[in-house]
């Protein structure tokens, strides 16, 4: 059974950072594409970050210079850090998995407010 398992979320003002997490079991984590989506409300979801089996990185420009994705194939374990945070950022982020199938995270909140 495939799961991905995402932390880190919350709530913080504008200018802060957040880490998230996304814990992959049940797939060979290293054979597969790692990205980060979110989904803010009424709006549709977006990819925010990938990072390719290969080590491959792609941003959206929304987030270009303040998000960093990295992963660590012996804990298979994907990770968004995310810095000088606005407003607009305030979505649900999604973790997902694209290789031979496609998975996806139950998501974690993100809330950036004062």
């Known amino acids: 059974q495939v799961q991905l398992v995402e932390s880190g979320g919350g709530l913080v003002q504008p200018g802060g950072s957040l880490r998230l997490s996304c814990a992959a079991s049940g797939i060979i984590f290293r054979f597969y594409d790692m990205g980060w989506y979110r989904q803010a409300p009424a709006e549709e979801r977006e990819l925010v970050a990938q990072?390719?089996?290969?080590?491959?990185?792609h941003y959206a420009d929304s987030v270009k210079g303040r998000f960093t994705i990295s992963r660590d194939n012996a804990k298979n374990t994907v990770y968004l850090q995310m810095n000088s945070l606005k407003l607009e950022d305030t979505a649900v982020y999604y973790c997902?998995?694209?290789?031979?199938?496609?998975?996806w995270g139950q998501g974690t909140q993100v809330t950036v407010s004062s």
């Open positions: 990072i390719t089996s290969g080590g491959s990185l």
């Open positions: 997902n998995a694209h290789g031979r199938s496609i998975f």
